[in-house]
C-alpha cells in the first residue's frame, strides 16, 4: 500500500514510486504515458488511482515524482488515457469539496 503520510506541514503528501509486481507481469518495463499532476492534488491521487485500476484493469498506474505513470500496451490512446486519469482525479477532488456539505446534509435530513 502506497505511503501517503503528510509532510512536516501537515498540508501534503508525499509522493511514493510505487507499482505493486502483479501489475507489471504484462506491461512493459516503461510507462507509455508520464502524465503531470499538480501538487494540490495530491490528497486525491490514491482513490483516484484505486479508481482506474478496476476501470481499467490491463494498465498498470502509478505514482511518480511528477504525477501518474500508466503502464501497459503501447496501441492505446494516450490522449484519451489522459483524460480519463485527469478526470478521475478532478471527480475525487469535488467529491472531497463536497463532503462537508453532504455531511451536513445528512446531519440535518436525520435528525
Do not use: W
Request: with cysteine; net charge negative; glycine share 4%.
Amino acid at each position: 500500500m502506497p505511503d501517503f503520510a503528510p509532510n512536516e506541514d501537515h498540508t501534503t503528501f508525499r509522493r511514493p514510486i510505487l507499482l505493486a509486481v502483479s501489475e507489471t507481469a504484462n506491461m512493459s518495463a516503461s510507462p507509455i504515458i508520464d502524465i503531470s499532476i499538480d501538487p494540490e492534488f495530491d490528497l486525491c491521487i490514491p482513490a483516484a488511482l484505486l479508481r482506474l485500476g478496476y476501470i481499467y484493469p490491463e494498465f498498470g498506474f502509478s505514482v511518480s515524482d511528477k504525477g501518474i505513470s500508466v503502464y501497459g500496451a503501447s496501441e492505446c490512446d494516450p490522449a484519451q488515457i489522459e483524460r480519463e486519469v485527469t478526470y478521475q482525479i478532478y471527480r475525487e477532488k469535488i467529491f472531497r469539496q463536497t463532503l462537508p456539505m453532504r455531511q451536513n446534509l445528512y446531519a440535518m435530513l436525520a435528525g
